[in-house]
């Protein structure tokens, strides 16, 4: 039998503690997670990732007395669910089962994240059922990324003629290559078919990532004895920045010499980038917010101590090339912008609201996790008289069909993201 929801579900949240993450109060992530749980920030420890939602690697509770008496011990939002799957909305349970199909979260990232992709649907299912211990889930990972802050990643493989630049001004990839397929590369013509470049690209990228260690080795330091002796007579260009970087961070990693296939994006706050399955991608650095499919599912190929599946990598990818599509967010009135990308699975809504200004979010027909990054100020669902005072750090469940009315302090302006399924499907 389902209970009655007459205001939003507190939600207690978990933090990921991952070493590419920013150190103790530098982080984001460590002081959302600090206001939601009420824990110390461990000034030394790296604060990662905030994960709000029902994904088993990192789950939300029930605020205690949300769910039912005050003593009982604190429900998961995946048993409340399952429990009360009604207020996911029909359409959504028609869809996903009694299942949150998103994952809301918020990045604090001060060293690179490995050079990976996330399968799609059926490669998911796939690897599950062969190595259940690395792939934790059948699902696919579609995912979107809003910048807080100044924010660097990776994204997808860059055009044909940035790839010729490469391969002339770049001779140590030539070297791991060989001459035979660096002339294929340079001799692609615009008319050449997609699948033709596919092949080529394919077979030059995989050439690179499963080099030996002793050859990456080499050639590593030779790029960076090269770079830093050109760099006393001309300014290095941004990639090559980068990689002397990343060369740092990851000393003799195939990942720093592959950096030079993938487009370099740079975001702004409020800029978005989305990623679909098989794209190759790395954060860099910066603070984001992050949504995805309720998966966590990763093929590494660089960048990284831990177990790499460059076959699976190499096959999986999709080899488009051009630079990605950056989303600036749609504004659905004077406060709130919408982030839409190309997956069923979510979307995101930002609202940034001046001091005691009031917005009200209307009743959808899916559920929705409300997340606040900056300020305080109230919060009301539907016709209740009832009002939350919400501060950075809060997290609710917002069920299916509820209208939100939120007021800002006069302090300081609220600044908050809603995480939903993407409106198109309800």
Same mark, same amino acid.
């Given at each position: 039998?389902?209970?009655?929801?007459?205001?939003? %579900?507190?939600?207690?949240? /978990? =933090?990921? $503690?991952?070493?590419?993450?920013?150190?103790?109060? #530098?982080?984001?992530? @460590? &002081?959302?997670?600090?206001?939601?749980?009420?824990?110390?920030?461990?000034?030394?420890?790296?604060?990662?990732?905030?994960?709000?939602?029902?994904?088993?690697?990192?789950?939300?509770?029930?605020?205690?007395?949300?769910?039912?008496?005050?003593?009982?011990?604190?429900?998961?939002?995946?048993?409340?669910?399952?429990?009360?799957?009604?207020?996911?909305?029909?359409?959504?349970?028609?869809?996903?089962?009694?299942?949150?199909?998103? %994952?809301?979260?918020?990045? /604090? =990232?001060? $060293?690179?994240?490995?050079?990976?992709?996330?399968? #799609?649907?059926?490669? @998911? &299912?796939?690897?599950?059922?062969?190595?259940?211990?690395?792939?934790?889930?059948?699902?696919?990972?579609?995912?979107?990324?809003?910048?807080?802050?100044?924010?660097?990643?990776?994204?997808?493989?860059?055009?044909?003629?940035?790839?010729?630049?490469?391969?002339?001004?770049?001779?140590?990839?030539?070297?791991?290559?060989?001459?035979?397929?660096?002339?294929?590369?340079?001799?692609?013509?615009?008319?050449?078919?997609?699948?033709?470049?596919?092949?080529?690209?394919?077979?030059?990228?995989?050439?690179?990532?499963?080099?030996?260690?002793?050859?990456?080795?080499?050639?590593?330091?030779?790029?960076?004895?090269?770079?830093?002796?050109?760099?006393?007579?001309?300014?290095?260009?941004?990639?090559?920045?980068?990689?002397?970087?990343?060369?740092?961070?990851?000393?003799?990693?195939?990942?720093?010499?592959?950096?030079?296939?993938?487009?370099?994006?740079?975001?702004?706050?409020?800029?978005?980038?989305?990623?679909?399955?098989?794209?190759?991608?790395?954060?860099?650095?910066?603070?984001?917010?992050?949504?995805?499919?309720?998966?966590?599912?990763?093929?590494?190929?660089?960048?990284?101590?831990?177990?790499?599946?460059?076959?699976?990598?190499?096959?999986?990818?999709?080899?488009?090339?051009?630079?990605?599509?950056?989303?600036?967010?749609?504004?659905?009135?004077?406060?709130?912008?919408?982030?839409?990308?190309?997956?069923?699975?979510?979307?995101?809504?930002?609202?940034?609201?001046?001091?005691?200004?009031?917005?009200?979010?209307?009743?959808?027909?899916?559920?929705?996790?409300?997340?606040?990054?900056?300020?305080?100020?109230?919060?009301?669902?539907?016709?209740?008289?009832?009002?939350?005072?919400?501060?950075?750090?809060?997290?609710?469940?917002?069920?299916?069909?509820?209208?939100?009315?939120?007021?800002?302090?006069?302090?300081?302006?609220?600044?908050?993201?809603?995480?939903?399924?993407?409106?198109?499907?309800?």
């Amino acid at each position: 039998m389902e209970m009655e929801v007459s205001r939003p %579900l507190s939600l207690r949240c /978990s =933090v990921q $503690k991952y070493d590419w993450g920013k150190l103790g109060k #530098d982080s984001k992530v @460590a &002081r959302l997670f600090s206001r939601n749980s009420e824990a110390e920030i461990e000034p030394e420890r790296p604060y990662a990732e905030f994960w709000m939602g029902t994904h088993e690697s990192g789950p939300s509770f029930l605020v205690r007395g949300e769910s039912g008496s005050p003593d009982s011990k604190p429900v998961s939002l995946r048993k409340w669910i399952l429990d009360n799957p009604g207020y996911l909305g029909e359409k959504v349970v028609h869809r996903w089962g009694s299942e949150l199909p998103f %994952l809301f979260k918020v990045l /604090s =990232v001060a $060293k690179a994240l490995s050079i990976q992709a996330h399968p #799609d649907k059926e490669l @998911a &299912r796939v690897l599950h059922r062969m190595q259940p211990s690395i792939y934790k889930d059948p699902n696919q990972k579609p995912e979107m990324a809003i910048a807080l802050t100044d924010f660097r990643a990776l994204c997808g493989f860059v055009s044909i003629e940035l790839l010729k630049d490469v391969l002339a001004g770049v001779p140590e990839i030539v070297e791991l290559v060989g001459d035979e397929d660096a002339s294929k590369v340079l001799n692609i013509k615009e008319q050449d078919g997609y699948m033709e470049v596919k092949s080529i690209l394919r077979s030059i990228f995989t050439k690179v990532i499963s080099a030996s260690k002793e050859a990456v080795s080499e050639l590593l330091s030779k790029l960076k004895c090269r770079l830093n002796e050109e760099h006393k007579i001309r300014m290095l260009t941004e990639k090559e920045q980068l990689v002397l970087l990343l060369e740092k961070q990851y000393p003799a990693d195939v990942g720093v010499i592959s950096v030079f296939f993938f487009n370099y994006v740079k975001l702004s706050p409020g800029e978005a980038l989305y990623i679909g399955a098989n794209e190759p991608h790395a954060y860099i650095s910066g603070d984001c917010i992050e949504c995805m499919a309720t998966s966590d599912n990763v093929v590494r190929a660089g960048l990284t101590p831990k177990y790499r599946d460059v076959q699976t990598l190499c096959s999986m990818l999709t080899y488009k090339q051009g630079f990605p599509e950056i989303l600036r967010g749609t504004p659905l009135n004077h406060y709130i912008s919408r982030y839409t990308p190309p997956f069923d699975e979510f979307e995101v809504d930002h609202c940034l609201l001046p001091p005691q200004e009031s917005v009200v979010f209307p009743a959808i027909p899916g559920p929705s996790i409300f997340v606040v990054v900056d300020g305080e100020g109230r919060m009301r669902m539907g016709s209740a008289i009832d009002e939350e005072m919400v501060a950075e750090g809060h997290v609710y469940f917002v069920p299916a069909h509820s209208e939100i009315a939120l007021t800002a302090a006069p302090a300081g302006p609220l600044q908050l993201y809603r995480a939903g399924v993407n409106s198109r499907v309800l």
